[in-house]
Every structure is written in structure tokens, then in C-alpha cells.
């Protein structure tokens, strides 16, 4: 089903799509490597340059190849009442997935710089907004509206491809939370290969993957705040 909705539209070839790949890794691996060398790594903002650099590249990209945000999934589900089934679902079965992966690693997540957030509500309230609108909207729009319909333009939309490009994009997005280490990576890489299969399970459409992104970031947040970094985890 996933290789018939993405033959509906009119694709970039393997090489145009290879190519825009090549260079959104290429500058964002240099911005964000040239931003964690001017900025505190356990700075709140830390992501905020390469995340704001990323989304205008995949942008511009798009309207390089004439396309638009909503050929890559930001357009309403149809129909809008299954908004309602597959944003929980995606949410359980992300939570069921790290519960059983994350005993398997070593260590916990580097949160640390999100230690400041513990019993402080104006920060906490200016934070969730942030990663609703960066974390939810933005990442979701950058790595599994742009890059992963790009990938399985590289990899083909057969079987086998949408899984290797779902499974590159997971790694990419696990990559850019280096600043959490290997635990880190390996659980956001998780989630990012449940979202990166959603996408394609749910019609190729990025709202329930926005929302339910959104709810694990605040889940997150939230017990941070309630019970401290180390509560947390």
C-alpha cells in the first residue's frame, strides 16, 4: 500500500533525491558540528541552529524539486476522524517498544541539560511550546516528511526499500541527539524508525506522527519536571 501512494505523485529520480540527501547530511553535519563548538552543550538551545538550519534546507530542496511541504504528507487525514486512532496507538506502541529495548542498554540517556527544568513552570511551559513546535513539528517535517520520502526515492518503494530507508532516517535522527550518548541515540533512533513505519502504516500522512511525537517530548518533559533528571529516568 506504501509503494502505491508514493507512486501517486510525481517523484524526483534516484539521483536527484541521492544528491539531495548528500547535501542536506553534508551542511547540517557542519552547522551542527560548528554550533556545538560555540554553544554550551548543556545549553536548553543547543539544537535549536542546526534544527532552524535543517528545515530550511529541506525547504528549500523542496521548492528547488517543485514540491511542497504537503506533498510529503502536511495535509489533513482522510479521514480526519482516524487522527484520533493512530495517535495512541503510535504513542503505545512506542512505549511498549523502549520499555522492552531500553532495559537492553547500558547506562541512561544524557539528559542533564534539561536539569534546569525540575519544579520550574515558566520555564517548563516555554520549553513544551518549544518542543511542540521544533521537536513534533519541525523534526517531523525535516526526517520523515523530507528525508525519508527522499531515501525511498534512493532505495525504491518496495518492501526492502521502505524498510532500509526507514531504518538510514532512524539512524540520522538517533545520530543528531549525540549530545544524549550511545543511550541516548539508540532510544531516539528507536522512535524514529516506529515513526518513520507509522508514516507509511498511517497513509504517508505526518499529523499523527506530529502529535504523538508531541506527546512523548511532553511525557518527558513533564516527569523531568515533576521528579528531576534523575526521577526521570
Known sequence: ???????RQSQPDRLSSLIDVAIFLIIVTAVDYGASRVIDEQSLWGGVVPLLTSLALAWGLLVLRGEKWRDTGLRRPRPLWTL???TPVIVAVAFG??????????????VERF???EGNFPLYLQIMLGVWVSGALFEELIYRGF??????HVFGSGAAGLALANLVQAGIFGTIHWYQGLTGMVL????????????????????PLILAHGILNSISLTRIFLFGVTGAE
Open 84 to 86: 484520533a486512532v493512530w
Open 97 to 110: 517498544i523502549l520499555s522492552v529495548v531500553r532495559p537492553l542498554l547500558e547506562g541512561e540517556p544524557n
Open 1 to 7: 500500500m506504501a509503494g502505491s501512494i508514493l507512486s
Open 147 to 152: 528525508l525519508l520520502t527522499r531515501l525511498v
Open 188 to 207: 531516539t533512533g528507536t522512535v524514529g524508525f516506529i515513526l518513520g513505519a507509522f508514516y507509511f502504516l498511517a497513509g504517508r500522512n505526518l499529523w
Open 115 to 117: 536539569a534546569v527544568l
